[in-house]
């Protein structure tokens, strides 16, 4: 191994355990404000073929897409949820193994137009052919955390 390899392997080691860092950091916090509703998943959407929508203790919704679709392992992904009536004042989205801790994966979204939030993240490859994941969306709102949870499975190719 070239010494220009082996230092893009040692930056690339520490820029993912400062974001795992990061990641957790943020989930802790989150974990700090009070929850004030936490949704059942939807099973019988799949969010490897559309966009998934659970309703809202009090009404309203929120929706979670992730594109591309089927959604990779290992490559950008890009993050969007809506809201309806919620006003969040910040939205992310944890992803984690529902069989195995794939340790913190915490994306925060920035509101591109009201109710719609959006970024980027990545899962990490699993040893596993096939991965069930839970992607939890935080909804921050002034009385508390709303916390919608989505189930998928992922394949390796």
């Not at 969010?47 to 309203?60: E, S």
């Not at 919704?61 to 919620?86: A, F, R, S, W, Y």
Request: with cysteine; hydrophobic share 40%.
């Amino acid at each position: 191994m070239d010494k220009r390899t082996l230092l893009m392997l040692s930056i690339s080691g520490v820029l993912i355990v400062a974001l795992l860092f990061s990641g957790y950091y943020k989930v802790e916090m989150a974990k700090k404000n009070n929850v004030i509703a936490q949704i059942e998943p939807d099973k019988s959407c799949d969010l490897q073929k559309t966009a998934c929508t659970l309703k809202l203790p009090g009404g309203g919704e929120v929706t979670l897409d992730i594109q591309p679709k089927p959604i990779p392992l290992v490559q950008n992904i890009n993050i969007t949820v809506n809201t309806d009536v919620i006003k969040a004042e910040a939205v992310s989205v944890d992803f984690k193994g529902t069989t195995m801790n794939m340790g913190p994966n915490n994306v925060r979204l920035k509101s591109s137009t009201p109710n719609v939030y959006s970024g980027k993240g990545m899962l990490p490859v699993c040893i596993r052919n096939s991965m069930e994941w839970q992607a939890d969306v935080y909804l921050q709102t002034s009385e508390g955390i709303i916390i919608a949870p989505f189930i998928f499975v992922t394949r390796k190719h």
